[in-house]
């Protein structure tokens, strides 16, 4: 049995005790703006148990929109593109802020939306932050591809910060990205956004870094949230 307690008249809870404090951090956590996601996520093939039991656990704002949408039976790069154009055209949806990717082979962390929103409230210089994950097998490399601070532009993976800081790239992975959805509104920008490349004319690459490789030329800054640690489930269920 526990102890007996002396109760109080009155107790106006932890939050109030420094009230300072407390707006300093609802503040960083900026969950008073407009903090409407959309959370755009391929679905061509099955998806492991371990990835869908994360997006369950997956914490989002208060009383804030979210939406997800499930893009079904197309090739990924295809995906996002057709996905992020239904969405520039929506009515309601084309105003929302923010545009999350959440691919069928990773496992993100519950609190991860909220991590990388604050990040990006934080940080008005970055259309793009993403969480930290690595390929699968023997030898993995962290997606931070490319230092921005680089030329020519390249895309070579990067060192994370085992501080959980943000590192900047010049590409990213899209397995969880949070983007903000006026950078798709840019004329400027090739489309399709994203597509998968495979020929003598314009070589071989993938849909991801297509993007970030025009994107970055027109002054788009991409980071990696290294706090925000995002598995990636293989076709046996192990978690890289």
């Known amino acids: 049995m526990s102890e007996p307690q002396i109760i109080s008249s009155y107790d106006g809870g932890v939050h109030n005790i420094d009230l300072n404090k407390t707006v300093s951090r609802l503040t960083k956590e900026g969950a008073y703006k407009d903090l409407r996601t959309i959370i755009i996520i391929p679905a061509l093939n099955k998806v492991d148990t371990k990835a869908v039991a994360s997006w369950w656990s997956l914490i989002t704002p208060p009383n804030q929109g979210v939406v997800r949408l499930f893009a079904m039976g197309m090739e990924v790069g295809e995906a996002y593109t057709k996905t992020i154009e239904s969405v520039l055209v929506h009515p309601d949806l084309k105003d929302w802020p923010y545009i999350l990717t959440m691919e069928a082979d990773n496992v993100v962390p519950a609190d991860g939306l909220l991590k990388l929103l604050t990040r990006m409230e934080e940080h008005p210089e970055y259309a793009c932050i993403g969480g930290l994950y690595f390929t699968k097998g023997m030898g993995g490399c962290a997606q931070i591809w490319g230092n921005p601070n680089e030329h020519p532009i390249n895309f070579k993976p990067q060192l994370p910060d085992p501080n959980g800081g943000l590192v900047p790239a010049t590409g990213t992975g899209m397995g969880f990205n949070l983007f903000r959805t006026k950078m798709f509104k840019d004329e400027r920008l090739r489309r399709p956004w994203f597509k998968t490349v495979a020929s003598k004319e314009e070589g071989v690459g993938?849909?991801?870094?297509?993007?970030?490789?025009?994107?970055?030329?027109?002054?788009?800054?991409?980071?990696?949230?290294?706090?925000?640690?995002?598995?990636?489930?293989?076709?046996?269920g192990f978690v890289w």
């Open 206 to 236: 993938t849909q991801d870094l297509h993007f970030w490789g025009d994107a970055f030329k027109h002054g788009y800054k991409a980071a990696i949230d290294c706090s925000v640690k995002v598995g990636h489930v293989d076709g046996s």
